[in-house]
């Protein structure tokens, strides 16, 4: 199985300021045939479901404010939020879809400082 | 408008069965792979299971092989999850998730609000 790691567990951000939350992963998601990597970015508000921010590790999901970017590629990714607002507080997870099982970060607890 | 809803979450004892079931609108359900994402209280994302659009093929966890069974039906915009033999840790929010393969790959772009799963004597 794939695992995947994320760094820090949590952090604590100003508001306007960027968040930068890493993901590991313990094999490479990237797929050589088509140089596509095989990770997505999901946000989980108290209480929600998880919502889809970024796929293929940088293409963002619609309706997805652009401050949200992702990043990396092979086995290290970054998830970016620039310019911090109050209703990023959330839980942020990645996930690979490379190869089943599907697995997902630990989270990554995101609140105001 | 888009949307999956679940059902048939519930109290059991251990070693008790559960269907669960969601049902889907304002997508183009046989498209899609669907499956099952749960989450423990107070946890993190645990991947379930996966079936593709026409019911074939389906994927699992460790932990749901031979208790776990998913499927669907198209004509019914459905899917389901049949769980045997459930243990304490199987206590989790169940939620039914949609992917894409094809545009997203395995991102799951449509969620569920879920379904809760206690199993306790």
């Known amino acids: 199985d794939i695992v995947m790691t994320q760094s820090p567990v949590s952090l604590a951000v100003s508001l306007g300021e960027r968040a930068t939350i890493s993901c590991r992963s313990s094999?490479?998601?990237?797929?050589?045939?088509?140089?596509?990597?095989?990770l997505a970015w999901y946000q989980q508000r108290p209480g929600q479901p998880p919502k889809l921010l970024i796929y293929?590790?940088?293409t963002r999901e619609s309706g997805v404010p652009d401050r949200f970017s992702g990043s990396g590629s092979g086995a290290d990714f970054t998830l970016t939020i620039s310019g911090l607002q109050a209703e990023d507080v959330a839980v942020y997870y990645c996930?690979?879809?490379?190869?089943?099982?599907?697995?997902f970060g630990q989270g990554t607890k995101l609140d105001i400082k | 408008e888009v949307q999956l809803v679940e059902s048939g979450g519930g109290l059991v004892q251990p070693g008790g069965s559960l269907r669960l079931s969601c049902t889907a609108s304002?997508?183009?359900?046989?498209?899609?792979?669907m499956s099952w994402v749960r989450q423990a209280p107070g946890k993190g994302l645990q991947w379930v299971a996966n079936?593709?659009?026409?019911?074939?093929?389906?994927f699992y966890a460790d932990s749901a092989k031979g208790r776990f069974t998913i499927s669907r039906d198209n004509a019914k915009k459905s899917l389901s999850l049949q769980m045997n033999v459930l243990r304490a840790d199987d206590t989790a929010v169940f939620y039914c998730?949609?992917?894409?393969?094809?545009?997203?790959?395995?991102?799951?772009?449509?969620w569920g609000q879920g379904t809760m799963v206690t199993v306790s004597s």
């Open positions: 998730a949609s992917f894409d393969w094809s545009y997203k790959g395995g991102a799951f772009d449509i």
């Open positions: 304002g997508f183009a359900f046989r498209r899609y792979w």
């Open positions: 079936i593709n659009q026409d019911g074939s093929e389906q």
């Open positions: 094999h490479s998601v990237l797929y050589s045939s088509n140089n596509l990597n095989y």
């Open positions: 293929w590790a940088s």
């Open positions: 996930q690979q879809y490379f190869s089943t099982p599907y697995t």
